[in-house]
């Protein structure tokens, strides 16, 4: 356990961001799948690339990684320049892909320790760094299983332990939980949340599901290539607008009234309720029963989701940009495989 404790010490002491990026872009032929993008992730931070399939999200994780080299622009990770030290930022990298990489005919054990040997971690704390992992991600009791009598959602959260066997400072995660029931996607991000805190790894991901992004830290929408919107995810849903509410009374008209003349807000009846929007919504409510003067029956909130975000920037929802991005993958697979 030397290095892993080296290794977390090591952590407290830089000041630089875990991932740093300036210009960075990736073509294949005429196909520009990343183009130009700048942005830093700090240490700690779960950062997250939501983006429809397409969008070069990938195509970022693999120059990231030192599995794709950049066309241009610069790019650093754990300190480490990814094209001049490539070795240096793989020994401080966890990677899970999007597609499956596990051994189904081995056990989990002898999947991390296949894992322990490439990465050279200490022989003489492996088997307490195996069991730490394992615990985790809640494996410790199927340590002995071959590993196509799993789940998908059990191989999964073996990928996860897996990545962090060698104590990684960034930790990157290709969408974690692609083609997973929602149960298992939940179980899943309550694993990646207890391994920010236990582990102090810095934490990379990709989706497209909105609803995992709002468990990140700061969130950048990548849409054609382009990094078009950076920010936590509460200050990018407050940059579309405020948050609407909608009320039943006994008397609408005089509520639009009192709206007006006691809180300065214009309403409408919209969907056959008192309509109208406010910032912070849910912390309006209480003066809104305290000062309307017209009785209340009925109230609802409904704030920005990240699915008006994505809107707001890209003119599109996320599904529709999925739709169009079929044949442009196409090219992309077929240009990947032909140029190296």
Same mark, same amino acid.
């Given at each position: 356990?030397?290095?892993?404790?080296?290794?977390?010490? +090591?952590?407290?002491?830089?000041?630089?961001? +875990?991932?740093?990026?300036?210009?960075?872009?990736?073509?294949?032929?005429?196909? !520009? @799948?990343?183009r130009g993008i700048d942005f830093e992730v700090a240490a700690g931070e779960v950062f997250g690339f939501l983006g429809p399939n397409g969008a070069g999200k990938t195509t970022t994780i693999s120059m990231l990684c030192t599995l794709a080299l950049p066309t241009s622009g610069e790019a650093r990770v754990a300190g480490y320049d990814?094209? %001049?030290?490539?070795?240096?930022?793989?020994?401080n990298i966890g990677l899970v892909f999007q597609d499956p990489t596990l051994d189904g005919y081995l056990t989990a054990e002898e999947n991390l320790r296949f894992h322990a040997d490439l990465y050279g971690v200490p022989r003489a704390g492996l088997r307490e760094r195996m069991r730490e992992v394992l615990e985790m991600v809640g494996?410790?009791?199927?340590?002995? $299983?071959?590993?196509?009598?799993?789940?998908?959602?059990?191989?999964?959260?073996?990928?996860?332990?897996?990545?962090? =066997?060698? $104590? *990684?400072?960034? =930790?990157?995660?290709?969408?974690?939980?692609?083609?997973?029931?929602?149960?298992?996607?939940?179980?899943?991000?309550?694993?990646?949340?207890?391994?920010?805190?236990?582990?102090?790894?810095?934490?990379?991901?990709?989706?497209?599901?909105?609803?995992? @992004?709002?468990?990140?830290?700061? &969130?950048? &929408?990548?849409?054609?290539?382009?990094?078009?919107?950076?920010? /936590?995810?509460?200050?990018?849903? @407050? %940059?579309?607008?405020?948050?609407?509410? !909608?009320?039943?009374?006994?008397?609408?008209? +005089?509520?639009?009234? @009192?709206?007006?003349?006691?809180?300065? &807000?214009?309403?409408? &009846?919209?969907?056959?309720?008192? /309509?109208? %929007?406010?910032?912070?919504?849910?912390?309006?409510? *209480?003066?809104?029963?305290?000062?309307?003067?017209?009785?209340?029956?009925?109230? $609802?909130?409904?704030? *920005? $989701?990240?699915?008006?975000?994505?809107?707001?920037?890209?003119?599109?929802?996320?599904?529709?940009?999925?739709? /169009?991005? /079929?044949?442009?993958?196409?090219?992309?697979?077929?240009?990947?495989?032909?140029?190296?």
């Open positions: 356990m030397t290095q892993t404790v080296a290794q977390r010490a +090591a952590r407290t002491t830089i000041r630089e961001p +875990a991932v740093w990026t300036r210009g960075l872009t990736k073509n294949y032929g005429e196909v !520009q @799948a990343v990814v094209v %001049s030290a490539r070795d240096d930022v793989r020994r494996l410790w009791d199927r340590r002995e $299983s071959i590993v196509n009598t799993y789940s998908g959602g059990m191989r999964r959260r073996l990928e996860i332990g897996r990545g962090l =066997l060698h $104590s *990684p400072r960034v =930790l990157f995660l290709d969408e974690p939980t692609i083609g997973l029931d929602p149960q298992t996607r939940s179980s899943i991000w309550t694993y990646i949340q207890e391994l920010k805190s236990r582990e102090e790894t810095t934490i990379f991901l990709t989706t497209h599901y909105m609803d995992e @992004a709002e468990y990140c830290d700061r &969130i950048a &929408i990548m849409d054609q290539g382009r990094i078009v919107a950076l920010d /936590t995810p509460e200050a990018l849903k @407050a %940059s579309v607008g405020r948050d609407r509410v !909608q009320i039943k009374t006994e008397d609408d008209e +005089a509520a639009i009234a @009192a709206l007006k003349e006691r809180l300065d &807000i214009d309403a409408v &009846i919209a969907e056959g309720e008192v /309509t109208f %929007s406010v910032a912070e919504g849910e912390q309006f409510v *209480p003066r809104l029963f305290g000062e309307l003067g017209v009785p209340i029956t009925g109230v $609802s909130v409904a704030r *920005p $989701s990240l699915d008006d975000v994505f809107m707001s920037y890209t003119g599109t929802t996320i599904r529709d940009a999925e739709a /169009t991005t /079929t044949d442009h993958q196409r090219v992309m697979r077929s240009m990947m495989t032909g140029r190296r």
